[in-house]
């Protein structure tokens, strides 16, 4: 059946491109095939309903991000993940980075089967901050509109990420990261 | 700028968020030092390596159909509830309760009569011109019975079979979930030549109001086919000659 005018056709046009990302981004939050498939839809009923308040010119990709996680941290998954890992403020403000050449190494040279169990394990705040960047290709103005932070929390989230990732690659536990079981 | 400095920028180098002439800076900078250099290659092969690691899922079919589907269920409730608030807001309410009482005495009119008339064999025909006049038209798309027939688990309340088609001048194009009186159903796409026929099938319910004889409709310039046979009521839609259709007809019912 045909949609009932010009604004679903376009909703159409732009959003069922995303399906793939969307559902990546939702499965890599959620660990779980039937969760990040509700998350979609959800996202997709929502999008559609709201996409009137959509201002044209703007972010398309951006705002259907953010309703996919702001839908994830609504659910019984994303609010048992925001409880057990919640971010260090005091993180937050250390942007400085520095880069230790061995643990960079560790991360180049591991499996991809490594590096998607390393991911896997990161802590949400990081592991969502390193998707949309790296997975995802986006820009730092982007990212802070989907996790509506300013941009220096996204540059600060992501370094930290990263050098989670390099430590747990270079063998090495960091505090607070426990192991996740490889859940589908 | 100090090597200690473009650590501290290294990040968003890499990330390609410096204004240009940073960028370029850097580049300039990194070509004469291979600490700077090699720290900027690594991260951005880490860089490169996650991002094959992090695109790991796809999209089923299976989802994507339901989300098309959702889609345009949301489409079809919006205009049905925007056209409502349009006439309740320009029309009178006493103006809507003679429309209502007319379309009551119509509506009377037609149920006693719709036995005699193939109205609903019409309406078939709508459906029939909307899907191909989508731009999904099927959701399950396969020429093969055994992946469409198992895809409709679920998602309508029976089950029907599939005839084998080699031989045949009959593709199967694939399939998808109708609705008519607001009982789900399947719609079946077939080909023949260029043309595309559709085959609905429903549970046989006194609600579907059809005609209970198998006929051509000359009124509309689409030939219908209908039966009922186990319980379920088949209409094959199509711009093809009847001769033709009554082939694919015969087909269905023998392995139906």
């Not at chain 1, 260090?88 to 880069?99: F, H, I, L």
């Not at chain 1, 949400?124 to 790296?134: I, K």
């Not at chain 2, 079979?161 to 399947?186: I, K, M, N």
């Not at chain 2, 219908?224 to 033709?244: C, E, F, H, M, P």
Request: aromatic share 8%; hydrophobic share 45%; net charge neutral.
């Amino acid at each position: 059946m045909q949609p009932a005018n010009d604004s679903h056709r376009e909703f159409e046009s732009l959003a069922l491109p995303l399906l793939d990302a969307l559902y990546n981004f939702a499965r890599w939050l959620s660990h779980d095939q039937s969760e990040a498939e509700d998350l979609v839809q959800e996202t997709f009923t929502k999008a559609l309903r709201g996409f009137s308040s959509f201002a044209p010119g703007t972010d398309f990709r951006a705002w259907m991000f953010r309703i996919l996680r702001n839908t994830f941290l609504t659910s019984r998954t994303g609010l048992q993940a925001k409880l057990t890992v919640p971010l260090d403020p005091e993180e937050e403000a250390a942007a400085g980075v520095t880069w230790e050449t061995p643990e960079t190494l560790a991360v180049a040279s591991a499996t991809r089967e490594a590096l998607q169990q390393a991911l896997s394990e990161l802590p949400l705040a990081y592991r969502e901050v390193v998707l949309l960047c790296d997975v995802e290709e986006m820009k730092y103005a982007e990212i802070a509109e989907v996790l509506s932070v300013p941009i220096g929390s996204v540059m600060s989230r992501l370094a930290r990420g990263r050098k989670l990732l390099r430590q747990m690659l270079a063998g090495e536990r960091p505090a607070g990261i426990r192991k996740v079981d490889g859940r589908r | 700028m100090s090597c200690r400095e473009w650590h501290d920028r290294l990040q968003s180098y890499v990330d390609a968020a410096l204004p240009p002439q940073e960028m370029e800076a850097f580049r300039a900078h990194a070509a004469h030092c291979p600490d700077c250099g090699s720290a900027a290659l690594s991260l951005m092969e880490t860089k490169g390596a996650l991002r094959r690691a992090g695109r790991r899922y796809e999209a089923s079919s299976d989802l994507r159909a339901r989300v098309v589907a959702t889609t345009h269920q949301a489409a079809t409730d919006e205009g049905t509830a925007k056209a409502r608030s349009a006439i309740t807001l320009f029309w009178p309410r006493w103006a809507i309760t003679a429309a209502a009482v007319l379309l009551l005495a119509a509506g009377l009119f037609f149920l006693a009569n719709r036995s005699q008339h193939p109205s609903s064999l019409a309406e078939f025909a709508d459906l029939h011109v909307a899907t191909l006049a989508s731009a999904n038209p099927v959701e399950v798309v396969s020429t093969d019975r055994h992946t469409v027939k198992p895809w409709f688990q679920g998602r309508i309340p029976f089950t029907f079979d599939l005839p084998e088609l080699q031989g045949s001048p009959f593709t199967l194009v694939g399939g998808r979930v109708a609705y008519f009186h607001q009982e789900p159903g399947a719609q079946l796409i077939f080909g023949y030549q260029k043309h595309m026929i559709s085959v609905f099938i429903f549970r046989e319910t006194p609600q579907l109001g059809i005609a209970p004889a198998s006929f051509s409709d000359r009124g509309t310039s689409f030939n219908l086919q209908t039966w009922t046979q186990d319980g379920l009521r088949y209409v094959l839609v199509s711009d093809v000659n009847a001769a033709k259709l009554q082939d694919l007809a015969v087909l269905l019912q023998h392995h139906a």
